[in-house]
């Protein structure tokens, strides 16, 4: 059977090139009734478990590079009032799954750490209440370091929390002055010294290439103390400048933003560096220390793309709470309102705020594994994917962008299987579009390679 490519249900207009965190991709989420929801959610099936992501949209200062659903609150009242409600969203939905067993926990925003001791704890017990904490499940948290303290670090390890990812970014004053983000070093040294006396010694630090004031001396800089931090794994994002959607960004136009080609060898002298110290590289931005679970995960076949990048985390579902939190089911993608007031409404009135998603086909799930094995490890056997999901598929509109990219030298290609060369790296995001059914493929590959935006 040879089936046509979707249309996108956007405009046919180069677009930025997706990190397909998801296939397909929050673009092509439409409006999606609660009352689906809650049947999907009812039809989980028993026996695999599941992950679950809260998502705290609120921070104490904006950092002007910030892409993240967050609002700043310089109070605590907002917080608690958001926490309460999110409570009764645990209820709502554990009442619909049951006590579903759980292997994986994130926590992230915002700024997670912006919850203090005591309400994490009381949050940490209704998950365990509502749901079957796996005993060897991973708990993880999204730090801010600035807003960390000792306390709060003691609550994350009495409530099981066994993976904390810090938000570094830059360790340069002069850059963190540009990004409206300071952060001493010593602030750092403590933060890592309260997780690891407390035993949370997985450790991740977020690095973001392509900012104002950054370069090449800067970077090394950044990754030098990083290694002195040792943490097991890091993840290196291009910043991604969005200034129509995200206003507060302009803040930093005054400044220089580093050009396509500085930020690709931004990108290649932190890899490098990153790799003479000891890490692996792990699909597109991503490096972990061998003793690393994601190491051991791609080694096994068992890593891949979600929404927080790249995951050891064996759960096909995950169910996502809090304003504009994403989840995952088997029959799609759901997510809740990113509209506080409206999240709150939807709550009080006990009906579930999910507003927008995407109900997955057969096509749907068979492609979004080609993709994320090509976002994971470089190569793809598209026809052996396609037999695994009994699918009969000819693939020939994608083989002949296929052959196009071998014949240039980003792909290589060992019997059915394509595999990206060294030269393809910078291009693997579009490279994966040929895949996306929903992607306008109005375009040639190879000039989508070299000329649409990386963001
Ligand atoms: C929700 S934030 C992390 C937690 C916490 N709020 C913090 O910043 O410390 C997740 C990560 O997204 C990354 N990030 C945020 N905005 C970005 C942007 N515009 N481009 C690339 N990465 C971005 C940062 O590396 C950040 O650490
Ligand atoms: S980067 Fe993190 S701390 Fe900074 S504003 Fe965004 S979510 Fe908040």
């Keep these: 059977m040879t089936i046509n490519r979707k249309k996108s249900q956007t405009a046919s207009a180069p677009r930025r090139l997706p990190r397909y965190t998801?296939?397909?991709?929050?673009?092509?989420?439409?409006?999606?009734?609660?009352?689906?929801?809650?049947?999907?959610?009812?039809?989980?099936?028993?026996?695999?478990?599941?992950?679950?992501?809260?998502?705290?949209?609120?921070?104490?200062?904006?950092?002007?590079?910030?892409?993240?659903?967050?609002?700043?609150?310089?109070?605590?009242?907002?917080?608690?009032r958001y926490l309460e409600?999110?409570?009764?969203?645990?209820?709502?939905?554990?009442?619909?799954?049951?006590?579903?067993k759980v292997s994986h926990i994130h926590f992230g925003g915002g700024s997670p750490t912006i919850i203090d001791a005591e309400s994490f704890t009381r949050l940490m017990d209704l998950v365990r209440e509502s749901f079957d904490i796996l005993p060897d499940a991973e708990i993880a948290i999204e730090i801010d370091p600035r807003t960390c303290s000792e306390e709060k670090v003691k609550a994350y390890a009495k409530s099981g929390v066994n993976r904390a990812s810090f938000g570094i970014q830059d360790f340069n004053p002069h850059v963190q002055e540009a990004i409206n983000r300071i952060q001493p070093d010593a602030l750092i040294t403590d933060n890592i010294r309260w997780f690891r006396d407390g035993g949370i010694t997985d450790i991740n630090f977020d690095l973001i290439y392509g900012m104002p004031r950054q370069t090449l001396e800067t970077i090394e800089e950044t990754v030098v103390k990083t290694n002195g931090f040792r943490p097991s794994r890091i993840a290196l994002f291009g910043y991604a400048h969005v200034p129509w959607m995200k206003k507060h960004q302009q803040m930093m136009d005054k400044h220089h933003l580093p050009e396509q080609g500085e930020r690709q060898a931004m990108f290649e002298l932190a890899s490098r560096k990153l790799q003479e110290f000891g890490y692996q590289a792990i699909g597109l931005d991503h490096f972990a220390l061998p003793e690393d679970s994601l190491i051991t995960a791609r080694e096994e076949g068992r890593m891949r793309r979600n929404f927080q990048g790249y995951s050891a985390d064996p759960a096909t579902t995950m169910i996502g709470f809090g304003a504009s939190a994403i989840g995952s089911l088997p029959e799609g993608y759901v997510q809740n309102s990113p509209d506080l007031k409206s999240y709150v409404d939807s709550l009080e009135k006990d009906v579930l705020p999910a507003r927008r998603g995407l109900k997955v086909d057969a096509m749907d799930i068979m492609y979004r594994e080609v993709i994320s094995t090509l976002m994971s490890v470089f190569a793809v056997n598209p026809w052996a994917i396609a037999k695994k999901h009994n699918i009969t598929h000819d693939f020939a509109a994608e083989k002949v962008d296929l052959e196009k990219l071998v014949a240039v030298g980003y792909l290589d290609r060992e019997g059915t299987t394509y595999g990206l060369t060294e030269a393809g790296q910078p291009y693997l995001r579009a490279i994966a579009t040929l895949f996306d059914q929903y992607f306008p493929q109005n375009s040639d590959i190879i000039d989508r390679c070299v000329h649409e935006s990386e963001g």
Excluded at 85 to 100: A, D, F, N, V, Y
């Design 85 to 100: 409600i999110l409570r009764k969203e645990i209820h709502l939905i554990s009442r619909i799954t049951g006590q579903k």
């Design 22 to 80: 998801s296939y397909p991709t929050a673009l092509e989420f439409d409006s999606l009734d609660p009352g689906l929801y809650a049947q999907w959610l009812k039809d989980l099936p028993e026996g695999p478990p599941i992950s679950l992501y809260f998502h705290i949209p609120f921070c104490e200062k904006l950092c002007w590079f910030c892409g993240c659903f967050t609002k700043i609150s310089n109070s605590m009242e907002p917080v608690q």
